[in-house]
C-alpha cells in the first residue's frame, strides 16, 4: 500500500499543480495550435545557453581519457568545488576555499542536502511567503516542519514577524532572492536586520538558527539591483543554487552548497552535507557537468530578453486592469485576483483556462489571492495574450 504521507500529499489541491498546467498547456496547444494557446505556468528558461557553455560541452565531449566516467568523491571534484568557491567568495565578499563545496544535483538536491544535514524530527523551517512550492516537501522528506511568515505588502521581508517566528525548534529559516514567485529582492538592510535578530535569538538561546541563501535567480536582475551578501553578516549561513536559470540547463541538475567559511561549524556542516549527498542516494553531482561548469560557470550572459518581456508582460496586466508585484529579478510575475473573486486564484486560474491562458495559482506558493505568470516564454506568446487576459478579466 502506498504510504500515507505520499497519498496525502497526492490528495492535496496544490499537488503538483503547476506540472499538471505544464501538461495540460501541451493539450492544449494541439487541440488550439500554439499561437492560440498562452501557456505562462512553469519557469523553463527559454534562452540559449552561452556559446562559452556549448564549447564547454564538446570539449568535455572528446575526453577519453581511462575513468573519465568514473567515480569522484562525494563532494565533488576539486577543479569543480574550487571554482564554485571562487564564485562564491565574490558574490559573498568572503574567501571559501574549496572545501566550503559540496557539488550537488541541482539546486533542489542541494536543500535536500541541507534539510538532511540540519533537521531533527520535529524541527522548523522558517518561510516567507510567498515561497517555491517544492519548500514543503524539501522540509518534510527530513521530518521537518514548515512554518510561514508573512512579508509586507510589496513582499518584502517582515523583520518584526520572522522575530515572533523563531522558538526553540527553529533550525533554519530559508530565504530565496530574487524569489519565485514575486521577483523580490531582499535589500542588503533587510538581510542585516535579520541577520541582527538571529545573532540575538542565538546568544539568547544557545541555538543559531541557519540561514539557507537559495539563489538560482542570482544573476538575473534588472535596473541594477544587486542581490545583497549574507555570509559577513550572519555566520550560520550557507548558499544553495544551480545553473539551471542563469546557464539555462535546468535538465542538467548540476547544483552546489557553499558554506560560510567564518561558521566554528563549517567543516561540520559541510561533512553533514556530504554525507546526506550519499545517503540520499544522489551519491555525486553529474561528472559531465561538473567538469564543464568548472571552465565556464563565469561565461557571460544577457539578460535583457527577460527584461524586456518583463515589461510587456506588464503592460498587458495594466491594459486587463490587473496589479501586480513589480519584478526585480528571476523571471516571474506576482498578480493579484482581480476584485469579485473572493481572492480564489484557484477558481480565477481555471477560468482564465477557458481562455487558453495558463497560470499557476498563487496558493500553491503560500499566497493566497494572486497568481503566477512565467514570462520566460516566447515574446508573441504574450503580445498575443492581451485581449485574452481582458476578456478573461471582464467576463464572468
Known amino acids: 500500500m502506498i504510504a500515507q504521507k505520499i497519498k496525502e500529499t497526492l490528495e492535496s489541491p496544490s499537488a503538483g499543480v503547476i506540472r499538471k498546467m505544464f501538461e495540460e498547456g501541451a493539450?492544449?496547444?494541439?487541440?488550439?495550435?500554439?499561437?492560440?494557446v498562452f501557456d505562462f505556468s512553469i519557469g523553463n528558461p527559454d534562452l540559449d545557453p552561452p556559446k562559452e557553455v556549448l564549447d564547454e560541452i564538446k570539449n568535455v565531449s572528446n575526453d577519453t581519457t581511462h575513468m573519465c566516467h568514473g567515480y569522484m568523491p562525494n563532494a565533488g571534484y576539486p577543479e569543480a568545488r574550487a571554482a564554485m568557491a571562487k564564485k562564491t567568495s565574490l558574490e559573498q565578499g568572503v574567501e571559501l576555499s574549496f572545501e566550503n563545496v559540496v557539488m550537488t544535483v541541482g539546486a533542489a538536491g542541494a536543500l535536500n542536502c541541507v534539510m538532511k544535514a540540519l533537521l531533527n524530527p520535529g524541527d522548523e523551517v522558517i518561510v516567507p511567503c510567498p515561497y517555491f512550492t517544492e519548500y514543503d516537501n524539501y522540509i518534510h522528506n527530513h521530518g521537518?516542519?514548515?512554518h510561514r511568515v508573512k512579508t509586507k505588502d510589496d513582499c518584502s521581508l517582515d523583520i518584526d514577524e520572522i522575530k515572533k517566528a523563531l522558538n526553540s525548534k527553529t533550525a533554519a529559516i530559508l530565504i530565496n532572492s530574487p524569489n519565485n514567485p514575486s521577483g523580490k529582492i531582499y535589500s542588503e538592510e533587510e538581510i542585516i536586520a535579520l541577520s541582527k535578530v538571529l545573532k540575538e535569538f542565538g546568544e539568547k538561546n544557545n541555538r543559531f538558527p541557519y540561514l539557507i541563501l537559495d539563489e538560482p535567480y542570482r544573476a538575473i536582475t534588472y535596473e541594477g539591483k544587486k542581490v545583497a551578501a549574507a555570509f559577513p553578516h550572519y555566520e550560520y549561513s550557507a548558499v544553495v543554487t544551480s545553473f539551471a536559470k542563469n546557464l539555462s540547463v535546468p535538465g542538467e541538475r548540476i547544483g552546489y552548497i557553499a558554506a560560510n567559511p567564518l561558521s566554528k561549524e563549517a567543516s561540520l556542516f559541510i561533512a553533514g552535507c556530504v554525507l546526506a549527498n550519499r545517503v540520499l542516494g544522489f551519491v555525486n553531482?553529474?561528472?559531465?557537468?561538473?567538469?564543464?561548469?568548472?571552465?565556464?560557470?563565469?561565461?557571460?550572459?544577457?539578460?535583457?530578453?527577460?527584461?524586456?518581456?518583463?515589461?510587456?508582460?506588464m503592460e498587458v496586466m495594466d491594459y486587463a486592469g490587473l496589479k501586480y508585484i513589480r519584478p526585480e529579478g528571476a523571471f516571474y510575475l506576482f498578480v493579484k485576483v482581480p476584485e469579485g473573486w473572493n481572492d480564489d486564484d484557484l477558481a480565477f486560474t481555471n477560468h482564465l483556462k477557458n481562455f487558453n491562458i495558463l497560470c499557476a495559482p498563487g496558493s500553491a506558493f503560500g499566497g493566497k489571492g494572486y497568481f503566477r505568470i512565467s514570462y520566460c516564454v516566447a515574446e508573441k506568446t504574450i503580445l498575443n495574450s492581451k485581449e485574452a487576459f481582458y476578456k478573461a478579466v471582464h467576463t464572468k
Open 27 to 36: 493539450i492544449l496547444k494541439k487541440k488550439y495550435g500554439e499561437d492560440k
Open 144 to 146: 521537518g516542519e514548515i
Open 285 to 313: 553531482a553529474p561528472a559531465f557537468f561538473q567538469k564543464v561548469i568548472a571552465k565556464s560557470w563565469d561565461a557571460p550572459c544577457d539578460y535583457s530578453l527577460y527584461e524586456k518581456r518583463r515589461n510587456e508582460i
